[in-house]
Structures are given as C-alpha cells and as structure tokens.
C-alpha cells in the first residue's frame, strides 16, 4: 500500500462497504489476517485444557480472524467501528456476537468477563484524531483502562498492529502501562522488512509462572524480542530498541568478482531474511568452468 | 455482559432488554465453557435478561452446586448461548439511553458528548 491506511480517513468512513469487500475477497489479506491471528492466539498461551474460552476480539472487521478463534474453538466477542465490515461479517455468518462500538470509547463490558484478547492490525487507529473532539490520548487511556477491567485474571490481551513510528509504539505501551498491564512488545522477522510483524503481549494482573514474554520468530530462533518490561513503577521506561533491528548498510564487497566469502554472506543473510536457501556445501561458489 | 459506558454511569449493569425479535441459533453443548462461565454471569440479570427475550425456565436462584446437573447446564446453554437477539435495544437501567439492536448486532457507539 502507497500510504497507510490510517492517513487517509477514519476507519468507519475508510472501510465502506466497497473496501470492506474488496478486503474480504482479496486471497492475500485473508491469508496474511489467518497467520497473524494464528500466531496471536499461540501467543496468547491460553491453557491447552479443551475448555473453550471467550474471548475478544478487537477490531474484528469482517470476521477473518474470528474465524481462527472458532476453530481453536473458543467463543468470541468481536467489535469494530465501521458498520461495512460488520455486515460483511454477517454474510459470512461467523460464529461470534459482534457489536458495533468503538474501541476508544471504552469497552462496555463488566468486569472480570473475558479471558483473553487479540486484535489484529486494529490498534494503530486508535492513534488518529478523527473528529475534532477526539484527543488520542484520552481514547487510549479509556480503551487500556477498560480493557484492564474486562479481563480476568491473569488473562492476556495480544494485539498485532503496525506502529507507524518508533513515537506512536512508546505512545501506545505507554498508556498500557498506566492501565496496569505488564509485557512487552514481540516482533517476528524483525530483519526482514516485509515479513516483520509487531506483536504488543500484555498481561493482566501477577504473571504467572511462564508468563515470560516469548521470543520472537526469526531463522535459528534468535532472540528477536524487545523485552520493555513494563512494571507498574516505571515511569521512565526503557526506550523500544527495535531500531537495532534495522539492516546495517553492508560494506563494500571486494570489485574483484563475487567470491565464495560474499556468497555465503548472501545465503546468511536471505536465511535470516527467512526464505529459503540450499545448504551450504563445498560446491557453494566453486570456481566453474568459463564456458558455464 | 455489556454495561452502560456513559459517563457518569455509575450502575449501568444490567441492561434492560427490548426484544423484538428473537432468534434461537444452535450451538453445541460444551458442559466445560459453561462451567467456566458459571462464576462470571451475574445470575439475576441472565433470568431478566432471559424472560424478556421471552424464555421463563431458568430457575431464579443458583448456587455453583447447581451446574453439575444436565438439565440445568443445558436450560443455562439455551439462555446464555442459544437466544439471540435479533431486533430491538438495550437500555440504561440509569440513564434510559437505548442502544439500537439490529441484525444481531448492538450499537454501542457513544455520542461525542457521552463519552
């Protein structure tokens, strides 16, 4: 996408009923919405007992990552603010109740009700001032603060977004943290620009034993997670570090042709990248005949 | 579960319940998610809630002894998941502000002056 979507109007006016189709018909969006919501839900930790859960899902839209939450076989709540998705989210008759409210209002749900949470790439609208009477910072704090309310104990609420700035990302963990959670921010493939997805983890009340936020998804596991331990005192929170993830510029490669060592650097670096590279073996970048 | 957000709200749980039309979805019996969700349900307002949508069965009382019998898991199953409200609204039990029903789903936005 040129631009971001945030950019250009608000998310009522933004998914109308043309977009909100265009959407759920486009075979990439309902791919990539199912991995993320997949890999949210794994994040989630919830326990492995057979009992269904109800949870929440923030920002449903049309109900494609609902639909992960039913085959896990849990049940949902889904909200969302433009009206277009929700109708689209009828037809496609998903299994949760859906309401149409918006998250920064504040979620109008008791307390203790949910025990857990996720939203997919949702969070990031909240940082717009649509209408003149919004302020963003009000409506984060009413959406955190409900939140934290609605969730049981030591449930956890799991939000993949894209944050448009290093700024927004400490905005939004900011006001997390005021509401009481703890966690912190996962990033798969941190090295790859296009695979690189942001997850916020955030836990309600005391951590439990292995509440540990986990690490992120890259090639040989590496330990991709920007661990802000976000504890209740902290005012001075430590700064998000994702920057370091940033591909360094590479040095100059020796002019003199491309030999064995820039080859294997190349291979460790699409592996990295997370695609899929043969095994490096004597024949990598063995001197051919020159009539190859 | 859904309470009134307007601020200043103070006791804006339950809300009331203007059914106009009701529909009743199938879902499967799991004895394990009711259990789980026994504790959570606040169990005064599930009958009000339930016999304005037009369905009297549950007894008006419960303990937590209750659950381990089938028949009043399966009458809880049928209030809690099976009635769904198609038509009508919610409304503030304080304010009397009514949330339109429509299709299933509840409008809960919030006017900018109620926020």
Same mark, same amino acid.
């Given at each position: ?35 993320? +919501? ?20 923030? $920002? ?33 008759? !998903?299994?949760? &109740? ?59 609420? !799991? ?23 703890? $966690?912190?921010? !996962? ?30 998804? $890259? ?13 209740? &005192?902290?005012?001075?929170? #430590?700064?998000?570090? +994702? ?14 042709? /491309? ?5 294997? /650097? ?14 490096? #073996? ?11 | ?11 804006? @749980? ?14 499967? @019996? ?7 969700? @026994? ?5 005064? *307002?599930?009958? *009000? ?12 009382? *419960? ?25 009508? *609204? ?8 009514? @949330? ?16």
């Amino acid at each position: 996408m040129a631009s971001r979507p945030e950019l250009q109007a608000p998310p009522d006016i933004f998914y109308d009923d043309a977009e909100a189709r265009k959407y759920t018909s486009s075979s990439r969006i309902i791919e990539i919405q199912a991995e993320l +919501s997949e890999r949210a839900l794994e994040l989630l930790a919830l326990p492995d007992d057979g009992v269904p859960r109800l949870l929440l899902d923030i $920002g449903c839209g049309s109900g494609l990552s609902g639909e992960s939450i039913s085959d896990h076989g849990h049940q949902w709540i889904g909200l969302d603010i433009s009206h277009s998705m929700l109708s689209v989210a009828l037809e496609r008759d !998903v299994e949760g &109740d859906l309401i149409h409210s918006d998250m920064g209002q504040g979620l109008a749900l008791r307390s203790g009700v949910i025990d857990g949470a996720i939203s997919i790439s949702a969070v990031q609208w909240l940082c717009n001032a649509d209408k003149s009477s919004d302020e963003p910072r009000l409506r984060l704090k009413a959406f955190f603060e409900s939140l934290y309310r609605c969730l049981g104990r030591g449930a956890r609420a !799991v939000f993949q977004f894209y944050p448009e700035n290093l700024a927004q990302r400490e905005l939004i963990l900011g006001f997390a943290m005021r509401a009481g959670f703890a $966690g912190g921010v !996962v990033v798969d493939y941190p090295h790859s620009t296009k695979r690189r997805k942001e997850f916020l983890v955030l836990t309600c009340g005391p951590p439990s034993l292995g509440a540990a936020v986990p690490n992120g998804k $890259g090639e040989n596991a590496d330990s991709c997670s920007d661990n802000d331990e976000l504890s209740g &005192d902290d005012e001075n929170q #430590t700064v998000c570090i +994702s920057d370091r993830h940033r591909p360094r510029k590479r040095q100059k490669t020796n002019k003199k042709g /491309k030999g064995r060592q820039w080859v294997l /650097k190349k291979k460790e670096q699409m592996r990295r990248k997370g695609n899929a590279v043969p095994p490096d #073996t004597k024949y990598t970048a063995r001197k051919r005949k020159a009539r190859f | 579960m859904l309470s009134c957000n307007i601020k200043g709200v103070t006791n804006g @749980f339950p809300l009331r319940i203007e059914a106009e039309k009701v529909v009743e979805k199938q879902v499967d @019996f799991n004895a394990d998610f009711l259990k789980n969700m @026994f504790p959570k349900i606040e169990w005064k *307002a599930l009958v *009000a809630a339930a016999k304005s949508m037009g369905y009297t069965d549950l007894p008006d009382q *419960a303990e937590s002894s209750m659950i381990d019998s089938e028949e009043f898991l399966k009458k809880f199953h049928h209030a809690l998941l099976q009635l769904h409200l198609e038509e009508g *609204a919610l409304i503030c039990p304080e304010t009397g502000r009514r @949330f339109p029903v429509n299709k299933g789903i509840p409008n809960m936005l919030l006017h900018e002056d109620e926020v």
